[in-house]
């Protein structure tokens, strides 16, 4: 029984020790939350403008459109780039993003990727590590973005993605990554990056929403305007990421803390049980013996 009642305590301070720590982890995350929805709150409303300006020149404009970043071709080679996080603790938000980068390659683009056409580049340590061991060739150069994260580190990742394609080596560009609703809402998504889409109407013809007027020259400001826009893009998806990963993580850790504290309440009520039943067991040895002795 005192063995009981050691092993017992031990667990009890494991589970203290635990609950500490997710607590401080939860708190680190909230933290670093505020921060990153302030972020993404700030630049969502600008990107979403600015990409639907885009869709709306490439709609208009069709085939007359000479940018190189909206060349459709037939598709044989395709990246898919995969954003996660550098650590885990953070419930299924990396898992998820994995999973839907392999539906991609083995539902969407599985003739594709059956010819070895499907190329992955990885931003963020735990996605480098679901591929690396894989047959799928694996670019890991931009994979510490988040350590430092701003515009002109996330601007170099997009302009060798955006020029890699402008060359041929990518026919279609695809971005995985966790979309930020709310702290405990990521939605893992796909969003085709390059080439840049059209929209179209309902009859399947080029949607016009928006005649635009060129001042001083529509190829210069094509020229300036579109990697512009296809750099916030890819800014803005690290930066849903990041919150993503941080919401992620503080729901996690809330959640480890409470069933932490719910395992602390059964271990207690052991405790209290095993060591009510080792008294009881004193108590009769001690009133045994003294009747014993009584006897004698």
């Known amino acids: 029984m005192g063995a009981n009642l050691k092993e017992v ?75 996660t996080s550098d650590k885990g603790l953070c419930g299924g938000f990396n898992s998820n993003s994995v999973k839907l980068a392999k539906s991609l390659m083995n539902e969407k683009y599985a003739d594709i990727s059956s010819k070895n056409g499907v190329s992955i580049l990885t ?27 701003n515009f002109e580190a996330t601007a170099k990742a997009a302009e060798y993605i955006m020029y890699a394609f402008e060359r041929g080596e990518y026919d279609v560009v695809e971005v995985v990554y966790g979309q930020f609703k709310n702290a405990a809402t990521q939605v893992p998504t796909a969003e085709q990056f390059l080439p840049i889409k059209t929209e179209k109407s309902s009859s399947g013809k080029t949607a016009l929403k928006s005649d635009y007027m060129f001042e001083p020259a529509q190829d210069q400001i094509l020229k300036d305007l579109v990697p512009k826009i296809l750099k916030t893009q890819f800014f803005r998806y690290l930066l849903d990421s990041n919150a993503s990963e941080h919401g992620a993580r503080m ?20 405790y209290n049980r095993a060591r009510q039943a080792a008294i009881t067991t004193e108590l009769t040895e001690i009133v045994s013996g003294a009747a014993a002795l009584s006897e004698g």
């Open 123 to 149: 931003i963020g340590k735990k996605g480098y590590d679901a591929f690396k061991t894989s047959k799928i060739k694996v670019n890991n150069d931009f994979g510490n973005l988040f350590s430092h994260l």
């Open 251 to 270: 729901t996690a850790m809330d959640k480890a803390t409470e069933n932490a504290n719910e395992l602390l309440k059964s271990l207690n009520i052991m």
């Open 9 to 83: 305590r031990l667990r009890i301070a494991s589970v203290k020790s635990t609950t500490q720590i997710t607590k401080a982890m939860k708190m680190v995350s909230a933290a670093k939350l505020r921060r990153a929805t302030d972020r993404i709150v700030q630049i969502r409303p600008y990107a979403d403008q600015l990409n639907n300006v885009l869709q709306n020149i490439a709609s208009n404009l069709g085939d007359e459109m000479n940018s190189s970043f909206a060349v459709q071709r037939p598709i044989q080679k395709v990246l898919i780039v995969v954003i």
